[in-house]
Structure formats: C-alpha cells, structure tokens
C-alpha cells in the first residue's frame, strides 16, 4: 500500500516558502491508516505537464494507491491542476468534489472558487485536497470515510484506520 | 407515454443472481404515476457498448419518454454505465446527480462514489439510478417531483401522479 | 470596471414581452457594488451561435469583467446557453452551480432542471443565472460574496459592496 502527497506550488517547489500542505497530508494518514503503507511525497510546480507527468508516473510506474494531492484548483491562471487531472484520469467522482466544497463552504463563501475533484486511473485514486492545512481537515474528514471501500472496488490495497480518528464505511457483505 | 427500466449488472444478465432493481423501479413507478403508461424492461451486461445501444434503441426507436437506468455507476473497471452515458446524451442535467448523491449521504458515506447523472436525448429523459432497491427510493423520491416537468419542457408526454405518493412541482402558467 | 447582464431569450429579443431580468441583474448590482463599474446590457435570441459570439465580444473586445447572463439553462430544446459557455469558457467553476441549484431547490424543486455554470475567459468571470427575477437574486445572494475575490485573483478589476446588501469575503492576506 502506497500513499503519496503531491504539493502543487510554484513557490514550495522553488524553495520559497516551505511546503507545510504536503506534511499536513501526511500527518493525517500517519493518525488516521492503522494498516500497514508507504509514504511517497513530492513537491511539485504548477502547470498542466508537470501536474499530468507527476500523477503518470505515481499511478504507472510507482502504482501508488492513494494520491493525495494539495493546491492548484483555484481559479488563478496558474492553477492548473484540474486540466492535468483530465488528462490522467479515466473516471471522475464527481461527489468528491461537490461534498468537499459543501463542508468548506461551513467555513469559507470563497469555497465555490474550488474545482477539486477526484478521479480513478487503473488501480490509483487521486484526490484534489486544497491549499491550506485547515481545509485540507475540513475535506479529509468528509470524504475519508468512503476511501477505503473506493480503493478495494478498484483493486487498491486495503486500508483499515483508527475509528477514533476517522471512520470508515464499508457495506454490509463488501 | 413509454416508461423504461434498464438494469446494468453481468451477474443479473446472466441470471446468475434474480433483478429485484428493475422491479423495485416498475412498482414504483406503477404506484406513483396515475396517467397510462407502457411498460418496458431491460436487462443487460455491463459495458459501454451495451449500455450505448439499448439507451439509443430505446430512445430513438422506441421512442420511450423517461428512461430510469439502475446499476454500473461506481468506480469498479466494470462500471461503465456513465460513458455510455457521454455517448448517448445530448444534454446533461448535473443537478439530478448532486441531489441523488446528497441525499443517498444521508444514509451512506459511500454515496460519493456514485457518479449517476441524468440527461436529454431527443424527447427522453434519462436517469441513472443506484443499484440497490433501497437506494433506488431514495433516490426517485428526491427527483422525481421535477421529473414530470421536464418531460413536457422537452416534448415528452404528460404524467401526472398520486400526491399521496409523490407530489408534482410545475411552475405556474406551465 | 465593466458589469454586464446578458438576457438570452427569443421572445424578449424579438420585443414579444419585455425583458425583466437583465434590469433586475443591473438592479441588484447597483444596489451591491459601491466602487465605480460600467454597465453593459443585452438582449439576444438563444442559440450557441448568438450567445457564443455576445460572450467572446463581452471578454475579448469589450473587456468586461463579470458577465451575468438570464436564461437559456433549462432541459428545453432552445435552452442553449450552457452549450455556448463551454465554447468560451476556459476553466469551469462547477462550485457555482452546485450552489445556486442548492439554494434554488429549497424554493423550487424543478431547481434540479437548471445546468447553469460559471466560469472563466482570461479576465471575466461569467455566471449563469437563471431566468426570472426573483431566482435571479435568490442565486445572486448565495454567490456573490465569493465574486470579488473571484475577479481579484484573475487579474479583473476590484469590486467593493455595501455590506448592508451583501458582505463579500476575501480571505485574510488576500
């Protein structure tokens, strides 16, 4: 089982300012998957090539399970990171990004400003986490509890997690 | 006024295991809708090429006014029920897959991972429904009070229903 | 700063009834806005073709930075506005729509029915707003407070309201 955070930021990437999304990610599966799985994590520029070749390389090549990856779904020219996803992703879970907007918007009205999604590639999930530590709270706490049951129906490895961090739901004979 | 159910699932097609989805779609449309109707039931495999060419028989030769698919709309490789879909529909109508997705969150986490949708083709509405019966009421109860309306937007017949089962909605003056 | 209203209907743009929305859109903005904007207003028949090329001459002649169009984003066969928007926009916000059809339902649930969007053409944010006047504001008032920042973070110009008519939010920093 390999999980791997993707920290999309021209500024983290050239070093000006330190990536605290990507260790935030990393944090929360550390508290939250009891299972055993192995951390992979990049900090990467925005735009689509170095989006869409990144996630390439971690679903085909490293066959990471579960990427999680932080920023770039904005509406700023520079933030390219759902154009990259078209590219990658054979299936869009569009209720992904429709719950994640809804519990961010609890918090924040700018939170419609969001295009994240998540999308299946073979056996990988990606998911589109936002820029900020606190938000990225808000949307892992939203959409964690369906995780493991979307990694076993695409042939993922299995995740079992901590219910006193998070819950997961798996259904009844699955 | 044609009223289709298609069931997507291998195991059903094969009749490795009894439809209950596509009867559980029939009886509540038996009990909902008060207006004539014909009856028509599918049962077929999986797959983008199944799905496309019953929804276009049942659109364009067929001519059946509403179109409620059950199963194939999860994120397992054999879930294919929404590219075929893409295929099919000339327009999409997101706010039925918002709306079936958050009120099936109510009961279950895993409800993101549905990507249903509903669309337009020609003078047929189409509506992807879940697989599960239960699910399946959850779903129409939520929807359904638009559904009559939009059939007569798009030219489709009329249907009207028992309020005690479900209750209507058209704007006034329609 | 340039503000339009685009009312996208055959019936109005034949002088058959008179248009309410745009003047309710205009309306509602300069009850809202309170720094110096430009006001933009037409009236045109639905169709891609018509609303394609009013939207590319608004962004890309006219340099107007929010276009508010009314109409055209229903299921009906001459509903054609959401068709045009993705010729002309480069990035979708789909939180937009997910929203308004949120609020709308809670008045109406043929809300569901609407595939208003919004989205991006270099400079302008463009948003579908539904066709009557009283939808038009209930949509306006979900929004709105994120359009500021919206505008501010692609470079269009910057928009202050009067928080007694609506509070916009621009995040701390921002």
Known sequence: ????????????????????SGPAIMAYMEQAVVTPWEKVSCVI????????????D?????KVDLILTTGGTGPSPRDLTVEAMAD?????????GELMRKVSLEEVPTAILSRQTAGIRGSSLIINLPGKPA???????????????C?????AGRIETDPEV???FRPKGA
């Open 58 to 62: 971690l679903c085909d090549n490293q």
């Open 1 to 20: 089982m390999k999980i791997a955070s993707v920290t999309i930021s021209d500024r983290a990437s050239q070093g000006i300012y330190e990536d605290k």
């Open 135 to 149: 938000a990225i709270k808000t949307c892992l706490d939203a959409v964690f509890p369906a995780v493991p049951y």
């Open 88 to 96: 990658v992703i054979e299936k869009e879970l569009p209720g992904f």
């Open 151 to 155: 990694l076993d129906l695409i042939g």
């Open 45 to 56: 520029p925005d735009g689509i090539d170095s989006v869409r070749d990144t996630l390439l």
């Open 166 to 168: 998070i819950k997961v």
